[in-house]
């Protein structure tokens, strides 16, 4: 890369290849298609090029390279759905915002640890943070209070969405689904119990109805907010 050439495609001018090629629109959707198929690491120039029957030259004449490649998926991903609309209640547009970026993190799960991290900057990205940032302010005024309330909501839906995306990782490594696992792990479990040295353990095993991912999402949500709006308002 020229030493003069911004660092973020999106502060670069589109490439205009001499040459006809697949637009940067294929490019992307041909891309995101193989990270939801077969994991981000299955995301190369050579593979999307292949999928897309055309030379790897042809998509570096477009792109500068895999790095820009993913962060136009990252944002293009955000943005195929539209945000929730704004109520100006600071609770319902938390928690709207937080089940919109669960179903992406599930539709898309590379996705996850691409933006746990440092944040995404493309457009869809930023209008999703300024969204999130002016639902805190409706709590508070003070604009570091609110990037802690959308830190931490952010992290429990990661930390909630990756726990629901390992079982069903789990599910295509071992061909089991949840209840076939357990009825494996069944006997097991039955003996360590009897033992009675896991009281607790026993009485969820037996007593406790499942809840689906979605009631157990929206209680932990719900849970969070509540504990937000207490520091808020003691």
Known sequence: MPEDEPILVWMREPRSPRRQGPDIDRIVTTAISIADADGLEAVSMRRVAADLGSGTATLYRALTGRDDLIDLMIDRVRG????????????????????HLRATLLRHPWLGPQIAG??????????????????????????????????????????????QL????????????????????????????????????????????????????????????DGIAHTAHP
């Open 118 to 163: 440092r944040p995404a900057l493309g457009p869809n990205s930023l209008r999703e943070q300024e969204f999130a940032l002016a639902a805190a302010a409706e709590l508070t005024p003070d604009i570091a209070h609110a990037t802690y309330i959308v830190d931490a909501v952010g992290a429990y839906i990661f930390g909630a969405t990756t726990r």
């Open 80 to 99: 195929e759905r539209a945000l929730p609309a704004r109520t100006g209640n600071w609770r319902a547009d938390l928690t709207a915002l937080a089940h």
């Open 166 to 225: 390992a079982e069903q990782r789990a599910h295509r490594t071992t061909g089991l689904t949840e209840d076939q696992w357990r009825h494996a792990v069944g006997p097991y479990i039955r003996t360590i119990l009897a033992q009675g040295e896991h009281p607790n353990l026993s009485r969820r095993i037996h007593q406790d109805t499942d809840a689906t991912p979605e009631d157990t999402f929206a209680f932990g949500l719900t849970a969070l907010l």
